[in-house]
């Protein structure tokens, strides 16, 4: 006896499988939005097979330009440059795609697909209210069929002829535009206050990296009224920095740190970091010295992630053992105003978490990774 199949159930299953893909896609370095609508392709087909019908790839192609401008917009969105954006967007459109494509093969495949902008958008929210599940869905490491084979070429010229078509209906294409900006500006505004575009963009590849520059900068600025004139940080060997002062009484003074750990996370946030060629056993100021800079370089590092203060000198020092500096700060970043920022219900530490600092040449990379 056959086994009955319940169609309805396992379409759901491949409309939820191609949004999680899409969450993975979005933020993927070096692939783009043409993988995005070659995961679509696939869906689409699948959903065909499960119902008998057979699609070429022209067909979908052709479901997908009916879309039109509410679908070139959309699929737009996710090119912006923040992972907090363009996993949600990614998985709430996908999911949509596939619910439209779902409804349109069980109705026959009509050519008038107006009919089916209803579903899409109902289901596109309901992708969006549960994106979180979505994303942690297993089945988001399996892509439904061969992202890199020369289809992909077709999908992208498809593509090129559905933006010419909207952009010759001006009107057409920015109104749809526009509804997806009104939709997600909020998700925007809230990110933004978190970190910057180009931060959002150099964190969702694993680390951002802040320029000795800016640092330097930040280190003269704090010790202004104090009796030290910072006189700069340079890179040094083996994944160090050196940092050099001078004092009106004991002159210049050179402090080689190496970092040996460094988390934010919402469970921890913690900073280790060892000194080297720098004497300080049994001299109090030079002790004094090590505590001082090595506060203020971590202040200046963790600041510059959030582009804010977020850590206050009267609320935060390090203390010196052994040659190790070092300072616990958890409760202190927990209830900064900016972490306590949020929308959709989670703050930054929900989204993303710093991992590491390791010094280059150029300056301090922060070593991130997301929480999706």
């Not at 050519?111 to 958008?121: K, L, N, S, W």
Request: aromatic share 10%; hydrophobic share 45%; glycine share 8%.
């Amino acid at each position: 006896m056959d086994k009955i199949i319940d169609v309805e159930r396992e379409a759901e299953k491949i409309c939820l499988w191609g949004a999680a893909r899409a969450g993975v896609i979005v933020v993927a370095p070096l692939v783009g939005t043409m993988a995005l609508m070659a995961n679509e392709v696939y869906m689409i087909m699948r959903l065909g097979e499960l119902r008998g019908v057979k699609l070429d790839e022209s067909a979908v192609l052709g479901l997908l330009y009916s879309l039109g401008g509410s679908f070139v917009g959309q699929t737009l969105v996710t090119l912006i440059p923040l992972a907090p954006v363009q996993v949600p967007v990614g998985i709430a459109v996908t999911y949509g795609v596939g619910k439209v494509a779902n409804a349109w093969l069980k109705a026959g495949q009509p050519h008038d697909i107006a009919q089916f902008r209803e579903i899409f958008e109902e289901a596109r929210d309901e992708g969006m209210a549960k994106f979180k599940e979505i994303s942690g869905m297993e089945c988001k490491d399996k892509p439904l069929g061969d992202e890199s084979r020369s289809f992909k070429m077709e999908a992208e010229s498809a593509f090129q002829n559905i933006k010419e078509k909207a952009d010759s209906a001006a009107e057409k294409v920015e109104g749809a535009i526009s509804g997806v900006l009104d939709w997600f500006q909020p998700l925007k505004e809230k990110s933004g206050r978190w970190l910057s575009a180009q931060k959002w963009e150099d964190v969702s590849h694993g680390g951002l990296t802040i320029p000795y520059e800016e640092i330097n900068h930040y280190l003269k600025d704090s010790l202004a009224k104090s009796d030290f004139v910072f006189t700069g940080i340079s890179y040094y060997e083996d994944s160090g920095v050196a940092l050099e002062v001078e004092h009106k009484e004991y002159g210049s003074l050179k402090l080689f740190i190496m970092p040996e750990e460094f988390t934010i996370t919402k469970q921890q946030a913690y900073v280790r970091l060892r000194l080297v060629d720098f004497a300080v056993r049994d001299n109090k100021f030079l002790e004094a010295v090590a505590q001082t800079l090595g506060t203020k370089l971590i202040m200046a590092i963790v600041n510059n992630i959030f582009d804010d203060t977020v850590i206050e000198h009267e609320d935060f020092a390090c203390t010196y053992a052994n040659g190790i500096l070092e300072v616990y700060f958890t409760e202190l970043i927990n209830c900064s105003k900016l972490v306590r920022t949020s929308f959709m219900g989670k703050n930054v530490l929900d989204v993303v978490q710093f991992i590491a600092i390791v010094p280059v040449p150029k300056g301090i990379v922060v070593k991130s990774k997301f929480k999706f």
